[in-house]
């Protein structure tokens, strides 16, 4: 468990997925290029299993913005989106509607 403090340390936010493509040598990982409203970044995620890079490109996602950088594969993934798990593999938390790139969630 942890406390209502420990939890207003995380910040979600909303990202536009910009690019995405697979990473060599892996049968589940994507390097995807999101726009943060402010700022771009690289997240690296192990969501190539369920989802195809072309079908990626244009969606919102939630993202944790503020985790420290960490290297996958040679790789650095400057965040960590937020995916629900099933028998059949990650399924994308997704804003409702389009929201402005950067939204807090709370």
Known sequence: MI??????????????ILEAERVERSDKLIKLKVDLGQ?????????????????LIGKQ??????????KLMGLESQGMLLAASDEMGPVLVIPESEVEPGSECR
Not at 43 to 49: D, H, Y
């Open 61 to 70: 996602i939630v993202v944790v913005a503020n985790l420290e950088p960490r």
């Open 3 to 16: 406390t209502i403090d420990d939890f207003k340390k995380i910040e979600l936010k909303t990202a536009k």
């Open 39 to 55: 700022e771009q970044r690289q997240i690296i995620a192990g969501i190539g299993s369920i989802y195809t890079p072309e079908i």
